[in-house]
Structure formats: structure tokens, C-alpha cells
């Protein structure tokens, strides 16, 4: 967890210890930076952990969060992430590289890992609901990427930005195909 808060100190992430997507509407705003880092401990004691670290030797660099998307209530519950159909995705809600270490392909290197991963525990499919389109924004505002950082993962768009919402970032469906290797 040390190594986990690491990465996120800096950024939007050091409050959220990634637990918001997990969590109900509201749910996220009632617990402090504490419980939600007393919760992401606990998952990450399970056998299947919540999420992968990238290290460049033993400094953690990056974090991206991988899971079924059942275990995502606030993702569940979104109009702006509705499901596209009843395959049993897994999900990509967020991912973040340490300032220090962006722009060295850390992040695309995560996104093909947690993929991997999520192969290798019988996922079908990975989905990720990243920003649309291919203009720059500040980083810390792409905790959810960018279209073209999983189109060069191998994802595809399933489906374009649905109607956009007040000051809502526009957002693309997109999925990607896992090679079924359990067990290995």
C-alpha cells in the first residue's frame, strides 16, 4: 500500500485510493482518505488483487486498476458507461503513471499487463471508458486515458460518446478481446 500511495501522491488519485468506481453514488464522498485506502487494503489482500503496480526497479511508477465489472457499482450504476451487452467484461476504470516517469510507454505497457491478467482469470473481454477523441489535456485528467492510448493497446471503439451531459467529459466504449489462457 505504501508503494501503491506512492504513485498516487501528487495526483487526483492520493484521495481516492481508486475505491470511487467501486463504490455507490455518494458512498465515496462519506468515507475519508483513510477508510477508502483501509478498504483498498483489504481488497488487495484478496487472491486476486484489485489492480498491478509498475515498478522501474524497485520504485512503483504506475497503477492500473483491473476488475470484473460487477465489482464496479459506480460503473454499474453510470448512464455515461452503460453497459453495450450482456458479455461479462471486465474493466479498466483507471489508471495513472507517476509524473516522473510519463512518457516512457509505462501506461500502454500497464493497459497490455492488465489485460493479460484479466485473460489469465477467464475474462472474456476487457472494456475501458476512456476520454474521446485525441486532443491533449492536463494528465491528471486522463485518470480514465484517452482514445489513443488503447487504440494503441489493441482496443476497439464499440460504441461513441453518448449525448454529453453539462460539464461532462465526453467518453468512447471500447473493448478488447483476451487471449483465454487460465491456468497458466
Sequence with gaps: MDDFGAVLRGSWGVGCWCMFPRLASGEGQRMG???????MSELA????PPGLLAFDGDEAVGWIAIAPRTEYRRIEASDATPR???EKVWVIPC????PSARGRGIALAMIRAAVAFAGKHGA???EAYPRAGAKRTKDDNAFFGTEPLFRRAGFKVIRKPLRK????????????????????
Design 45 to 48: 489482500c484478496r487472491r486476486r
Design 95 to 98: 489508471i495513472t503513471v507517476r
Design 84 to 86: 453495450v451487452d450482456d
Design 165 to 184: 451531459r453539462g460539464n461532462r467529459v465526453a467518453r468512447v466504449t471500447m473493448r478488447k478481446k483476451c487471449s483465454r489462457r487460465r491456468g497458466e
Design 124 to 126: 472474456p473481454s476487457v
Design 33 to 39: 482518505s483513510q477508510q477508502r485506502r483501509a478498504a
